[in-house]
């Protein structure tokens, strides 16, 4: 593993980048010459089919797997990861899917699972304060530090996952279906919680499959299919582009629905031109 980059990131500075990573599981190809670039203070969306390649490619930058092939570059230096610590160490935060917390732990302990201050003898007070300040900034509302996880909503325990996630510092957070069985409110805190991720500055890579959350938040959407790039979108892309992007097909019952709501005898080449 590299040394970990010191300092805090500059504005808009290319945080990771990725060229021509694959992944090989014995004779079955995950992912094939891969490339992907996230900014500093940007939203990247990872959006396609499923086995597309997005959470294998998420858990090579997490230091599940190794790259089989290619290149990973953060904060300008060519790293590797040897496990999930080394690149947390790094500076590569991940929640996954699960959030991977203790539901019998309060909010306090579950940030700094693993990471306690003295664990001999543990520092309670400071490890409140720090929970209490990594909430605030995230502008969370979880009534307590000392509620347990259990009785907290699913927008509440993604707060938490997140405020862990931050607790090192990182420059980069992968979050893995942060929205996924939430109810709209819930969503709509989620989502307000990343765009705060990003005002502090970090690189977010978000893996969705909701079109509409990932327009709410991202920069660019990087779409994957069959374990490849198959394209970058804007946030304004059409739900047609997009779909087609994913399923490699331009003739889908999105674009179908899109050419019926045209004008009849208007083809969308003379819609589009101004």
Do not use: Y
């Amino acid at each position: 593993m590299t040394d970990s980059p010191q300092g805090p990131a500059s504005p808009h500075e290319l945080v990771l980048s990725l060229r021509g990573v694959s992944k090989r599981f014995g004779a079955v190809s995950a992912l094939t010459d891969i490339d992907l670039d996230v900014h500093a203070g940007e939203v990247v969306a990872l959006v396609g089919d499923n086995g597309a390649g997005k959470s294998t490619l998420v858990k090579i930058l997490a230091g599940v797997h190794p790259p089989s092939e290619g290149t990973i570059t953060f904060r300008s230096k060519n790293v590797t990861f040897d496990n999930p610590s080394a690149a947390l160490t790094l500076g590569i935060a991940t929640v996954f899917q699960d959030l991977a917390l203790c539901e019998n732990l309060n909010v306090v302990a579950n940030i700094f699972l693993g990471r306690e201050l003295n664990p001999l003898q543990l520092d309670e007070v400071s490890m409140e304060i720090r929970s209490w300040k990594l909430l605030k900034e995230l502008s969370a509302r979880i009534p307590s530090v000392r509620e347990v996880v259990a009785s907290l909503s699913g927008g509440q325990r993604q707060t938490v996952a997140i405020a862990r996630s931050l607790l090192l510092d990182p420059k980069l957070i992968l979050l893995d279906e942060p929205t996924a069985a939430l109810g709209v409110a819930q969503t709509a805190e989620v989502l307000d919680l990343i765009e705060r991720v990003r005002a502090r500055g970090l690189g977010v890579v978000m893996i969705s499959h909701n079109m509409e959350d990932v327009r709410a938040v991202a920069d660019r959407i990087v779409v994957l299919r069959l374990g490849r790039n198959n394209g970058v979108f804007l946030p304004d892309a059409t739900n047609a582009e997009l779909v087609g992007a994913i399923t490699g097909a331009s003739n889908n019952s999105v674009s179908r629905r899109v050419e019926r709501r045209q004008p009849q005898g208007t083809s969308t080449q003379e819609r589009q031109q101004p």
